[in-house]
């Protein structure tokens, strides 16, 4: 539990983060932050710096540009992320990975759980680790539970893309990478992404660099 004092220094350092305005700077792999547990949102910031700090998430987010951004990518320890996908993909990447547009939503104290044993193994990125992929095998189906930005209890079941997005950010806020949860072999920079592996599934990639692919 956190004292008075924690979420003073917590709200000032937010309003020092945003006095710059503008995109927030993007923290990278190897800063402790992405490794630590993050306090759960309590009104921390208040309604008015609530605001202001979502908008400049979905602001660095669009400005990255990435489809999700946890508060700890931009160094702020608190359960909170965004996530907006307008799935610009070609439809056979549509459906291969069920990349669905996802508009513009907050999760504050999310946590999922998988639905049904399904798994789905596709190559993903993250802000915080810039010029790398790997292919990550996921929950193909998860219940996600928490609330809004306005504190309605959130409830839903994500499928597909979405399903990947809110895992990987909800991740973040248990200070945990897509590389603790990745394929190893997998990895390849954006370069060998762009020249051998935009195919809509990894399976190549599999063959060509060693690893399983989820049955
Ligand atoms: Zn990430």
Redesign the pocket.
Known sequence: MASPHAHASLAEQVEQLLSTGGPLPIVAAGDPVLRRETERYDGQLGPALLARFIEALRLTMHAAPGV?L?AP?VGVPLRIAVLEDPAPVPEEVRLARGRVPQPFRVLVNPSYEPVGPARAAFFEG???VPGWQAVVARAAEVRLTGADEHGRALDEVFTGWPARIVQ?ETD?LDGT??LDRAEPRSLSSNQAMADRWAQPTPARAAAALGFDLPA
């Open positions: 999700g946890a990518q993250c802000l915080s990987h973040h990478l897509y």
